[in-house]
């Protein structure tokens, strides 16, 4: 492919840890894309993998001159590898996927034909989900249960990183340099007009998921904390609440100071509860304040979100 010429398409996929699975994504993926008439390139992204992975993309992109691959320094994170993938992305549309074959390749075309209907995201949603528990699904469904009615933007419940995004859109996801990143809620943010195809996802063909509960519990946080104000709209209501019974106690106390001032006792049992539920209050006011001014001191740092370990296709040679 001329490096003059840019692609009709690029395909950017993260990978970590997938050496067992990423030579058959990348056939099953290249079939599909050899099979419509865009042009194309595959964009993958290893995001500090530790095994085998990036000498197998290696590999691929020296057999294939549709592929780029960009190695990230260390692990920075799905997100943030979805977005040095984007970054770096030449083709005039941009669609991402995971490299786990959970995201079904074959779907493709679908999407094009739905992008080309005049549209600038498509989103690929995901019915049903082989081999997820019950309690993935419910933390799933009260998530998206609650960003939606507390917070200022509508996300599509379902739709994970599987998208295929128009030149206008992918132009405005690359604007937002945001350190907390959830690319699903900025996607949607824009505002663009979009779709949405079903599919259903399958089961991992080899190794396990990458994404602990830990780390899905810290990308909740930062899609709450970065879309939504709720967090201190809860403690104000907390505060609030405590104020009006720590009133009403004390109203409590001078009337039965002045009508049963003899069988009045010592309270200790209700002042340590209530300076217990007072601090609590407070401590957790004040974390979720702290929450908000971590996110604000790290924005305001400016560092970039990424490094590169080895230099792109169009560096290399270069003094």
């Not at 539920?277 to 001191?297: C, H, K, N, P, R």
Request: hydrophobic share 50%.
């Amino acid at each position: 492919m001329s490096d003059s010429v840019a692609p009709q398409l690029s395909v950017v996929t993260p990978c970590f840890n997938e050496a067992q699975v990423i030579r058959t994504f990348y056939q099953t993926l290249a079939c599909v894309l050899h099979g419509i008439a865009y042009t194309h390139e595959i964009v993958f992204v290893d995001d500090g993998s530790t095994d085998d992975t990036l000498a197998i993309l290696n590999q691929i992109a020296a057999e294939d001159e549709h592929v780029i691959v960009l190695s990230l320094t260390r692990n920075f994170g799905h997100q943030i590898a979805l977005t040095a993938g984007m970054d770096h992305a030449r083709g005039q549309s941009v669609l991402v996927m995971d490299s786990d074959l959970q995201h079904p390749p074959e779907l493709i075309p679908q999407m094009i034909r739905a992008l080309e209907s005049g549209v600038d995201i498509v989103y690929a949603v995901r019915q049903d989900t082989a081999q997820v528990g019950l309690l993935k699904r419910l933390t799933s469904q009260w998530f998206y249960a609650i960003v939606n009615h507390w917070g200022g933007t509508s996300f599509i419940p379902g739709a994970a990183d599987f998208r295929l995004m128009s030149p206008r859109a992918v132009a405005a996801i690359r604007q937002m340099r945001e350190q907390h990143r959830f690319l699903r809620g900025l996607v949607a943010w824009t505002g663009f007009p979009y779709r949405v195809i079903p599919f259903s996802a399958q089961p991992r063909r080899a190794g396990k998921s990458k994404y602990s509960w830990a780390k899905m519990f810290r990308l909740a946080l930062d899609a709450v904390f970065s879309f939504s104000i709720l967090p201190l709209r809860i403690v104000t209501l907390l505060g609030l609440v405590m104020v009006c019974l720590g009133l009403a106690y004390l109203v409590y106390i001078l009337i039965g100071f002045f009508l049963w001032h003899d069988q009045v006792q010592p309270g200790w049992p209700s002042l340590l509860a209530t300076l217990l539920i007072l601090s609590g209050v407070q401590l957790l006011s004040l974390g979720v304040i702290a929450t908000y001014v971590g996110m604000i001191f790290e924005q305001v740092k400016q560092r970039p979100l990424y490094f590169l370990k080895q230099p792109l296709p169009d560096e290399k040679g270069k003094a």
